[in-house]
């Protein structure tokens, strides 16, 4: 298959690259025209990209991407949008993360409407703050979306690709939990704290965390590609999400470090401003992946000590 990907770059779009060219198929991915002007009067498409993959420029902005451009592909994964820790969720802030995926998506969606012909799939990442903070509750792809800043921007943002949808291409919309990897994200961000024995559980620690190792994130992204089942939300979590308490003593044993010193509520709220510690660290999700069970899915990674292993 002929594989666009936009997001290339991150955490998840960088391990999948190299994964889909190893398999035997061709990659191009979206990169920012340059040089003013909508992707139509960007850098010319094919042209180098990194790793030799080759890059199709767009202008999400200013609403750009030529579907002229994006003819003869098969199958695109959408991963780009602005990091929701990268900073305090100030107005400016919720607005850049709200427009670096919404926007994108709904352009993304038009476009690949407009392909001749149409691309078979279209994999846009969503995320499980779809559930917002809902307790002990067992949260499926049945479960309706929670409140709060994070529900809304995903239930927007997977609403985008309705376009796509109606023109007959194949949807699956991944709720993707924080991925277990030392080279970027949750983990990494928290990784130097561990080391030095100075983590600890956040709050009362009882808040459920989904999870998934970056590993079987890849497979699902790669099974959605091929599989016609793979439609409509999906819940890309390990089978076994874990309570913050659990997660952090399952670290400390992996690191062999002590993990005796919990961050209160209060400070993380002081710190970080209460909505952004309230749904971001303090939320509680126990959100499992019923449709990829039912579908057969076997996880490399199915308990948090394995992905930890693995990882570190």
């Not at 609403?159 to 939990?177: E, H, K, N, T, Y």
């Not at 449709?291 to 292993?309: C, T």
């Amino acid at each position: 298959m002929h594989v666009l990907i936009s997001g290339a770059s991150g955490l998840i779009g960088s391990s999948l690259a190299p994964r889909l060219l190893e398999a035997g198929h061709r990659v191009s991915r979206l990169v920012r025209a340059t040089g003013g002007g909508t992707a139509g009067g960007g850098a010319a498409s094919g042209g180098a990209a990194s790793g030799g993959i080759a890059g199709i420029p767009w202008d999400p902005d200013a609403g750009g991407l030529d579907p002229a451009l994006c003819s003869g592909v098969d199958a695109i994964v959408h991963l780009s949008g602005a990091s929701i820790a990268g900073g305090r969720w100030t107005k400016e802030r919720r607005e850049r993360i709200r427009n670096s995926r919404i926007r994108t998506t709904r352009l993304l969606a038009d476009t690949t409407a407009r392909i001749s012909p149409v691309p078979r799939v279209l994999i846009q990442a969503s995320a499980v703050g779809y559930y917002g903070d809902r307790g002990e509750n067992v949260l499926t792809e049945g479960s309706g979306p929670g409140s709060g800043f994070l529900a809304d921007l995903c239930r927007d943002w997977e609403a985008a690709s309705m376009p796509a949808q109606d023109a007959g291409v194949r949807v699956a919309r991944l709720r993707i939990a924080p991925a277990i990897s030392a080279r970027g994200g949750m983990l990494a961000a928290i990784l130097p704290l561990f080391r030095f024995g100075l983590g600890g559980r956040l709050g009362s620690g009882r808040q459920w965390m989904p999870w998934i190792s970056l590993e079987d994130l890849g497979s699902i992204l790669v099974r959605s590609l091929t599989d016609d089942t793979m439609r409509g939300s999906i819940n890309a979590t390990a089978p076994e999400p874990v309570t913050n308490a659990a997660f952090t003593r399952a670290l400390g044993r992996a690191l062999r470090r002590p993990t005796v010193l919990p961050v209160p509520a209060l400070a993380l709220r002081l710190a970080l401003g209460g909505p952004m510690a309230n749904e971001l660290l303090l939320a509680s999700q126990r959100v499992v992946p019923e449709a990829l069970l039912r579908a057969g899915f076997r996880f490399a990674h199915p308990r948090l000590e394995d992905a930890l292993q693995a990882a570190l």
